[in-house]
C-alpha cells in the first residue's frame, strides 16, 4: 500500500510538532522522547518507499496530484525519483540524531526548538518532493523561517546578526527566482493554451534565448546562494559559526543540498541549452570555491569556522560533478550530498561535544585529547578521514567520480580541483593533530568526561553510514541510476557537443571518442 505516502512523509513531522507542543513546559524529558521518537516515523515511512520505488524507472514515481489553484495552474504535486529519495533518506536520518543530541546541547526554550526542527523537516521534506513549482517555491520560502528562528533564538553571541543575514542572503536571492517561475508559467501558457506549474508540463517550455537566459540567471542566483557558490558563500561561515550544534548540523546536512537539488531537478531539464552553454564558467566558480574554501579553512583558529568553509570547499566539488553533465560526475555528485551531508554533520556534532564541556571552539584551547578522551578522538578520526576522502570510506567514491566525470569536462579545470583534494587533507589533519596529539598543556582539559552513550548513539550511526557507504556503495547507485540518465538526457546532445562535453554513447564511447568505465561496475557505458 503506497497511496499517500508522499503525503504522510512531508507533513508526519508536523503532526509530531503539534504534539510535542501539548506537551505541558515543565515536562522537558517528555517532550524531548516524544520528538525523538515520532521523529522516527518519517524514517519508518522512508523505509516502506525505499523498498517500493523502481529504482531502474528513472521518471517520478508515487505521484499524488490534487487541485490546489486550478485557475492558475497549480496543484498538490509530489512525487520521488532516485535522486529526491536518496536526499530524503538523509533527511530523515539526521534529523532523529539532531533532536537526539539537542538533549545536550539544548538548555533553554526547548519546546519551541523541537517543535522549530520538526516544522523545519516538513518544509525540506515538502521541497523535495515537490513537483508543482509552486509548491516548491512555497516550501523553499517556508524552510527559512524554522531555520531563521533556530539560528536566531539559540544561537551564540552574534546569533540576531547571522540569522538576518542568513535570512536576505537567501530571500533576496529567491526573489528573481519567483518572477522567472511566472515568465516560465506564462511561456508555456502561450503555447499550451492552459497555465500549468507542474514541471512535468514545463521541461521542453521554448522560449527565447534571451528570455531563457535571464530565467536561468535567476534561478542560477537562487539555488548558488543557497548551495553556497563562491562568491556568495558570505553568509555561511556566520550562520554555522552563531547557529547551535542541531541548526549547523542540519543546515550541513540538508538544507545546502536546496542548492544542488535545484540545479539537478529545475536548472537542467527547464534551460537546458544555456546550463550546457553556461557550464564552463559555473565549473570555474566551482573550483573556486573547491580552492579558495580549502585555503582559507586552513588558517580558521575556530574549529567550527574550519568545518564551516570545508562545505565551500566540498559543494564546489558537488557543482564540478553536477556541470560535467555526464553520468560518473553527476552520480558522483549526488553521492557527494550524501556523504557531505553525513561527515559534516558529524563533524558538527563532534565539535559540539567539545563545546558542551569547555564552552570554546578554539583550537588554541585543546591539544593532547587523545590521552584524556580517548573514545571521543577515535570517533573524531574516522569520520575527519571520511571528510578527506580516505579509500574505503564514503568520500573518496564520490569525490572520484565527480573528478572522473570532470576530467572528461574540462582536464585544466579537474586538475586544479584535485588539489583541493591535497588541500582539504592538510586542514583537516593539522587540525586534528593539533587538538588530539601532544601533551596536555591545559589543566582544564584534564577534566573533560569522554563521550556519554547519548553523544555515542548519536554520533556511531554516521560512522556505521561513512563506511558502509565507503565499502558498498551499490545500492546508492542503483536507487539514482536511472533518474541522473533521465537529467542528462534532457539536455539536447548537440547543446552538449556545443559547448565542448563529451557525450556518452552506448559502448562507453562518447562523442570525443574516449573510453569511460562505468561510475562503480566497471562496465563500460
Not at 43 to 63: C, P, S
Amino acid at each position: 500500500m503506497t497511496r499517500g505516502l508522499v503525503t504522510l512523509l512531508v507533513f508526519a513531522p508536523t503532526v509530531a510538532a503539534l504534539l510535542v507542543a501539548m506537551v505541558p513546559r515543565s515536562a522537558t524529558k517528555l517532550m524531548q522522547i516524544l520528538a525523538v521518537v515520532l521523529s522516527l516515523v518519517p524514517l519508518a515511512i522512508t523505509g516502506q518507499i525505499w523498498r517500493a520505488f523502481d529504482a531502474a524507472n528513472g521518471d517520478f514515481q508515487l505521484v499524488e496530484r490534487f487541485g490546489w489553484l486550478p485557475g492558475i495552474g497549480a496543484s498538490y504535486f509530489v512525487g520521488i525519483d532516485g535522486i529526491s529519495l536518496l536526499l530524503i533518506a538523509l533527511t530523515v536520518v539526521l534529523t532523529p540524531l539532531v533532536l537526539l543530541s539537542s538533549m545536550d546541547t539544548v538548555h533553554q526554550k526547548i519546546k519551541g526548538y523541537l517543535v522549530s526542527m520538526l516544522i523545519l523537516e516538513t518544509t525540506m521534506l515538502g521541497a523535495l518532493v515537490s513537483l508543482d513549482l509552486l509548491l516548491f517555491y512555497v516550501f523553499w520560502e517556508l524552510m527559512l523561517v524554522p531555520m531563521f528562528l533556530i539560528i536566531g533564538v539559540w544561537g551564540g553571541e552574534r546569533r540576531m546578526y547571522a540569522s538576518i543575514k542568513f535570512l536576505l542572503f537567501t530571500m533576496l536571492g529567491s526573489l528573481p527566482m519567483l518572477a522567472a517561475i511566472l515568465y516560465v508559467v506564462w511561456a508555456h501558457t502561450q503555447a499550451a493554451g492552459t497555465p500549468s506549474f507542474a514541471i512535468t508540463d514545463l521541461y521542453g517550455t521554448a522560449m527565447p534565448t534571451t528570455n531563457a537566459t535571464l530565467c536561468f540567471l535567476a534561478f542560477f542566483l537562487a539555488f548558488a546562494v543557497k548551495v553556497p557558490m563562491f562568491p556568495l558563500h558570505t553568509w555561511l561561515p556566520d550562520a554555522h559559526v552563531e547557529a547551535p550544534t542541531g541548526g549547523s548540523v542540519i543546515l550541513a546536512g540538508v538544507l545546502l543540498k536546496m542548492g544542488t537539488y535545484g540545479f539537478l531537478r529545475f536548472v537542467i531539464p527547464l534551460f537546458p541549452n544555456v546550463m550546457a552553454a553556461s557550464a564552463g564558467w559555473i565549473g570555474v566558480l566551482a573550483v573556486i570555491g573547491i580552492v579558495y574554501g580549502a585555503l582559507v579553512a586552513m588558517v580558521q583558529p575556530d574549529m567550527k569556522k574550519l568545518v564551516a568553509y570545508s562545505s565551500v570547499s566540498h559543494l564546489g566539488f558537488v557543482m564540478l560533478g553536477i556541470v560535467s553533465l555526464n553520468s560518473q560526475g553527476m552520480e558522483g555528485a549526488v553521492y557527494q550530498m550524501l556523504n557531505h551531508g553525513v561527515s559534516t554533520g558529524a563533524l558538527f556534532l563532534l565539535v559540539g561535544v567539545l563545546y558542551e564541556r569547555r564552552h570554546t571552539r578554539l583550537i588554541s584551547e585543546y591539544g593532547g585529547l587523545w590521552k584524556t578522551l580517548p573514545v571521543y578522538a577515535t570517533c573524531f578520526m574516522v569520520i575527519m578521514l571520511s571528510s578527506i576522502g580516505l579509500p574505503g570510506l564514503n568520500g573518496f567514491v564520490g569525490e572520484f567520480l565527480i573528478l572522473l566525470g570532470g576530467f572528461r569536462f574540462d582536464h585544466a579545470l579537474t586538475a586544479v580541483a584535485a588539489s583541493g583534494v591535497v588541500l582539504g587533507a592538510a586542514y583537516m589533519l593539522w587540525m586534528y593533530q593539533r587538538v588530539m596529539f601532544g601533551e596536555v598543556t591545559n589543566e582544564k582539559n584534564l577534566a573533560m568526561s569522554d563521550m556519554s552513550l547519548r553523544e555515542l548513539a548519536v554520533v556511531v550511526p554516521l560512522i556505521v553510514l561513512a563506511v558502509g557507504m565507503g565499502v558498498y556503495p551499490k545500492p546508492f547507485f542503483d536507487m539514482m541510476r536511472a533518474s541522473v540518465a533521465h537529467t542528462i538526457a534532457r539536455v539536447p546532445a548537440s547543446a552538449i557537443v556545443a559547448a565542448g562535453h563529451g557525450v556518452e554513447l552506448p559502448g562507453g564511447l562518447s562523442l570525443r571518442g574516449m573510453a569511460v568505465p562505468h561510475a562503480d561496475s566497471g562496465e563500460a557505458r
